[in-house]
């Protein structure tokens, strides 16, 4: 049987790369385990943030694209971002929002667990969770954010959708996930086995127009495979519902195959190897530039048409 244990890594689209960097490293206390570019465009930073070893399940990822329109919101995208922080960890949050300006809402439920809602400077959608048996994952102290509230890892992303039936599809039959509940205008699945990363709420929005991609929206949502044989397993569950993937690309931290899920998102299947330590020891994670192999050869140009990022 197919099978996906969770979220491999989100990848969104920001205008500023420094504000980028400000918000996730200096605010939410992440790391950033890899600075590196667009693969398919030279010319951007493809910036990563994650636990501290960049675990497949903690991993956000931008482009910053800044010529590009404004994200426009609507149905067939990533509506929010979730991230799993312990429930003891709430009051500590919802203080350093408001001492650092960040907007964010007051504290909500949904499926039982306490949310507080927050924006990016993009204005993309996360969301913190606060979830029983996080205090147990590995923490990290940095910025203010002591190991013990700081984000563990994803809880999984919302889909804004405009049916929720093919997606839900494509969630059972290729990843292998179970519908564990509803709630409202929310169906949420989930990855039986998964700890982090492990649930996707599909939201209703039957009347909402066609969501527009750019700076603000999520680009991708990568889900995890253990190793090509996995990856492959799913792309062969996907034809058999009609839905084609890319052929595998060559990502140099994992490799990928991509497709447009019929609700109109598009997802990566991502393997889990060889992650973020092939190129730098643990303890430098993000402090250089990292190129692939294939374009080392170009290093000058390309470092010399990057914007200058402080860290
Ligand atoms: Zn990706």
Request: hydrophobic fraction near 40%.
């Given at each position: 049987?197919?099978?996906?244990?969770?979220?491999?890594?989100v990848?969104?689209?920001?205008?500023?790369?420094?504000?980028?960097?400000?918000?996730?490293?200096?605010?939410l206390?992440?790391?950033?385990?890899?600075?590196?570019?667009?693969?398919?465009?030279p010319?951007?930073?493809?910036?990563?943030?994650?636990?501290?070893?960049?675990?497949?399940?903690?991993?956000?990822?931008?482009?910053?694209?800044?010529?590009?329109?404004?994200?426009?919101?609507?149905?067939?995208e990533?509506g929010?971002?979730?991230?799993i922080?312990?429930?003891?960890?709430?009051a500590?949050?919802?203080?350093?929002?408001?001492?650092?300006?960040?907007?964010?809402?007051?504290?909500?439920?949904?499926?039982?667990?306490?949310r507080?809602?927050l924006?990016?400077?993009?204005?993309?959608?996360?969301?913190?969770?606060?979830?029983?048996?996080?205090?147990?994952?590995?923490?990290?102290?940095?910025?203010?954010?002591?190991?013990?509230?700081?984000?563990r890892?994803?809880?999984?992303?919302?889909?804004?959708?405009?049916?929720?039936?093919?997606?839900?599809?494509?969630?059972?039959?290729?990843?292998?996930?179970?519908?564990?509940?509803?709630?409202?205008?929310?169906?949420?699945?989930?990855?039986?086995?998964?700890?982090?990363?492990?649930?996707?709420?599909?939201?209703?929005?039957?009347?909402?127009?066609?969501?527009?991609?750019?700076?603000?929206?999520?680009?991708?949502?990568?889900?995890?495979?253990?190793?090509?044989?996995?990856?492959?397993?799913?792309?062969?569950?996907?034809?058999?519902?009609?839905?084609?993937?890319?052929?595998?690309?060559?990502?140099?931290?994992?490799?990928?195959?991509?497709?447009?899920?019929?609700?109109?998102?598009i997802?990566?299947?991502?393997?889990?190897?060889?992650?973020?330590?092939?190129?730098?020891t643990?303890?430098?994670?993000?402090?250089?530039?990292?190129?692939?192999?294939?374009?080392?050869?170009?290093?000058?140009?390309?470092?010399?048409?990057?914007?200058?990022?402080?860290?």
């Amino acid at each position: 049987m197919p099978h996906s244990p969770g979220i491999h890594h989100v990848t969104a689209i920001a205008r500023d790369a420094q504000a980028n960097v400000a918000f996730y490293t200096d605010v939410l206390g992440l790391r950033m385990v890899k600075k590196t570019v667009n693969y398919d465009d030279p010319a951007t930073y493809h910036l990563y943030y994650g636990d501290e070893d960049g675990h497949p399940g903690t991993i956000l990822t931008f482009f910053p694209w800044a010529n590009m329109p404004l994200a426009r919101r609507g149905a067939g995208e990533t509506g929010e971002v979730a991230f799993i922080i312990p429930p003891a960890a709430v009051a500590f949050w919802l203080d350093r929002l408001s001492a650092l300006h960040v907007p964010h809402d007051v504290p909500e439920k949904r499926f039982g667990e306490t949310r507080i809602a927050l924006r990016d400077p993009d204005g993309i959608r996360l969301v913190l969770v606060a979830r029983p048996g996080a205090e147990a994952l590995p923490g990290r102290a940095a910025a203010g954010v002591g190991a013990e509230q700081s984000i563990r890892g994803f809880a999984g992303t919302t889909l804004v959708l405009a049916r929720q039936g093919p997606t839900a599809q494509v969630l059972e039959i290729a990843f292998g996930w179970r519908k564990t509940g509803e709630e409202g205008r929310f169906q949420r699945y989930a990855a039986p086995d998964g700890v982090i990363g492990n649930q996707i709420d599909l939201e209703l929005a039957e009347d909402a127009r066609q969501a527009g991609m750019g700076p603000g929206s999520v680009h991708h949502v990568a889900f995890r495979a253990a190793d090509d044989a996995a990856q492959a397993a799913m792309a062969e569950a996907l034809r058999g519902v009609g839905v084609q993937t890319t052929e595998q690309k060559e990502r140099n931290y994992f490799r990928s195959v991509y497709f447009r899920e019929p609700g109109g998102v598009i997802f990566e299947i991502a393997t889990d190897d060889p992650g973020f330590a092939i190129d730098e020891t643990r303890e430098t994670l993000g402090q250089k530039l990292m190129l692939p192999p294939w374009l080392e050869a170009e290093r000058g140009r390309i470092e010399a048409a990057l914007p200058t990022l402080e860290r």
